[in-house]
């Protein structure tokens, strides 16, 4: 065992001065989650507001209900800031440049042909560069287009006799209260804020790389000459192949250990408890390994080696939702995910946020195990090939 760890020690040393692993195993990932989850933390807290333009050309009591009724209450609940605009010129202006998200259009006569039970339009002027606040608008317009319509077919089905009493049914149409209202129950506490998700979407996808730095170093030793001086020595080739696999767990530990405290302290992340967190990454850890030994031993060379584990860690990462969720997708997708180390490890760290307790990592937490034992007995029955000088 002491041969082991002293190939270990030495391999864990010139890691560390490679800066190109530094790079893999700290630097990118940190970055990019910090990128990542810049970008959509204000989405994902829900914090998001639009700037919408109003361009009232009608002034009638329709164009009333819409502005205290519809937008209004958007306003009141921060989802957006309205802004009056004097004329159709100065809202469409406003929309080009990006002044607002979407500029809403109600035209001349737009009351009177409501009244009349005619066709009229309601105009969505969007920016191009804010394309989400255009479809929030869009689908602001649409709502109030249903509500109209309805309130049409409730009074046609009255049948009222008069037009006198067709406004008051449309009246009282419109000031019916919500037969079906939509309650915002926050699931803040059954999943990860954007910013964790990212950090560790982008942890455990550059967790693939860095191990692969100890048991591809077989190769490069295979192709310098170093592993025949290695194996002259009085050691078991067993142990060599110890010696590489602790170099991989070491860096995946170490790196992933450093990015949670990293992201938790610098940029906010919340991973939940220590000790769930540790009993993840050990697990991750062991899955990434066993993977990456197993790629390393159907190569043939170390370019060869890294090419195919670029391949392999960027395939799973995408299907295990490292990216962007992929559970939402459903179907042979989502069933897909779950063959993936990435899934379990973002899963176990969902039920954490959950407050759900430590053994609520333990599901997740074996089935990485089991993504290990499987793949990593097939890469030790096959490294005593890749072990041969």
Request: hydrophobic share 50%; glycine share 10%.
């Amino acid at each position: 065992m002491r041969s082991a760890l002293l190939i270990a020690g030495k391999d864990f040393r010139q890691r560390l001065r490679d800066r190109s692993a530094i790079l893999v195993a700290f630097v990118v990932p940190f970055v990019l989650a910090a990128i990542f989850g810049a970008t959509l933390h204000d989405v994902g807290s829900g914090r998001v507001t639009f700037s919408f333009g109003l361009v009232d050309l009608d002034g009638g009591q329709a164009a009333r209900t819409f502005s205290t009724q519809v937008l209004s209450p958007l306003e009141r609940t921060g989802l957006a800031r309205l802004r009056t605009e004097p004329s159709l010129e100065r809202g469409r202006a406003d929309a080009d440049d990006g002044t607002v998200a979407a500029t809403f259009v109600l035209p001349e006569s737009f009351s009177s042909a409501i009244g009349r039970g005619q066709s009229t339009q309601l105009t969505i002027l969007g920016d191009v560069d804010s394309p989400i606040g255009a479809l929030v608008a869009r689908s602001v317009a649409l709502g109030f287009a249903e509500r109209v319509d309805g309130m049409r077919i409730a009074v046609a089905a009255a049948r009222p006799t008069s037009a006198a009493e067709a406004r008051r049914l449309e009246a009282r149409a419109a000031a019916a209260p919500q037969t079906v209202t939509i309650t915002d129950v926050s699931t803040s506490r059954r999943e990860l804020d954007p910013g964790t998700y990212y950090a560790a979407g982008m942890a455990v996808f550059f967790l693939f790389f860095t191990v692969q730095f100890g048991v591809t170093s077989i190769l490069d030793e295979r192709r310098d000459g170093t592993l025949a001086r290695m194996l002259a020595a009085p050691i078991r080739r067993s142990t060599v192949i110890v010696g590489k696999l602790l170099t991989s767990l070491v860096l995946g530990i170490v790196s992933m250990s450093v990015l949670v405290a990293a992201t938790r302290f610098v940029l906010g992340a919340h991973w939940g408890n220590p000790l769930g967190v540790a009993i993840l990454i050990v697990s991750g850890v062991l899955a990434a390994t066993s993977v990456m030994a197993l790629v390393a031993t159907l190569a043939k060379t170390p370019d060869q080696a890294g090419a195919w584990s670029s391949m392999v860690a960027l395939v799973l990462a995408m299907l295990g939702g490292s990216f962007f969720s992929v559970a939402q997708a459903g179907g042979a997708i989502g069933a897909l995910s779950l063959l993936t180390p990435h899934a379990w490890f973002l899963r176990g760290l969902d039920d954490l946020a959950s407050d759900a307790g430590l053994g609520s990592v333990l599901g997740p937490a074996a089935a990485m195990l089991a993504f290990a034992a499987v793949t990593g007995s097939v890469a030790l029955t096959r490294m005593g090939k890749l072990i041969e000088p």
